[in-house]
């Protein structure tokens, strides 16, 4: 005895499976997208990015590796740099003051100091790495 079989049809391929998984594609990479919105950094902009300048020269404070402050190039200590740096921020709120660790500073020590620096009334902080510092292998 044979069985009628019916007769077969040619496969079809549906597209909602196709568009499913795109949608799962869009959605986890959008979620998988940092969106988030960084709040302003007290740090200021690098210096000729065409932002407003300040009246007064920059104040270059430098961080050797030991822990010494110089203050423009002439020792000092914390007490002097809160002291001046208030004195200066007084007549302009806008010194920009220039912040250069050296390259062993220890990263306590710069927060510290940059801490003492908003501390003393500093609003534009530049960090910036000590250009005699500079190692040639790094090139």
Do not use: H
Request: hydrophobic content about 50%; charged content about 15%.
């Amino acid at each position: 005895m044979q069985l009628a079989r019916r007769p077969r049809r040619a496969g079809f391929m549906g597209l909602t499976p196709l568009i499913d998984m795109i949608f799962l594609l869009l959605l986890f990479f959008l979620l998988g997208s940092d969106f988030v919105t960084y709040g302003q950094s007290r740090l200021a902009p690098p210096r000729g990015t065409g932002g407003a300048t300040s009246a007064a020269p920059p104040v270059v404070i430098t961080l050797g590796a030991n822990g010494a402050l110089n203050w423009n190039g002439a020792p000092i200590d914390t007490a002097f740099l809160r002291r001046e740096t208030a004195k200066l921020t007084a007549q302009n709120d806008e010194q920009i003051m220039v912040l250069m660790p050296a390259g062993a500073a220890n990263v306590q020590q710069v927060t510290d100091i940059m801490d003492a620096l908003q501390g003393a009334g500093a609003q534009s902080i530049t960090l910036e790495r000590d250009v005699f510092d500079i190692d040639l292998a790094d090139f």
